[in-house]
Nanobody
Framework: VQLQASGGGLVQAGGSLGLSCAAS????????MGWYRQAPGKQRELVAA???????NYADSVKGRFTISRDNDKNTVYLQMNSLKPEDTAVYYC?????????WGQGTQVTVSS
């Protein structure tokens, strides 16, 4: 499975950004797709994840602000980020599970200025 992420960039606090991640390869075996992030000096953490059936879960810190969605026909997962805060600044990584393996896309930088 190969993952190609796009989106991200620089935005002011309170603004919005969208990320997308397209999967290729053994896509029919993918179960959960999601987004993780890693801020400087911190561990990588789950932001949001979504099953093939559309069930989603979110980190408490982003609930109500971020929305994850998935288009199974396009093999793409999206992350809409609203009401961004400086503490959302991080490198965001797309993730896909083909049990028992996890695959990662290249990171994309999201920077939120205060």
């Amino acid at each position: 499975v190969q993952l190609q992420a796009s989106g991200g960039g620089l935005v002011q606090a309170g603004g919005s950004l969208g990320l997308s991640c397209a999967a290729s390869g053994s896509i029919f075996s993918i179960t959960v797709m999601g987004w993780y992030r890693q801020a400087p000096g911190k561990q990588r953490e789950l932001v949001a994840a979504i099953t093939r059936g559309g069930s989603a879960n979110y980190a408490d810190s982003v609930k109500g602000r971020f929305t994850i969605s998935r288009d199974n026909d396009k093999n793409t997962v999206y992350l809409q980020m609203n009401s961004l805060k400086p503490e959302d600044t991080a490198v965001y990584y797309c993730n896909a599970w083909v049990v028992p393996y996890a695959y990662w896309g290249q990171g994309t930088q999201v920077t939120v200025s205060s």
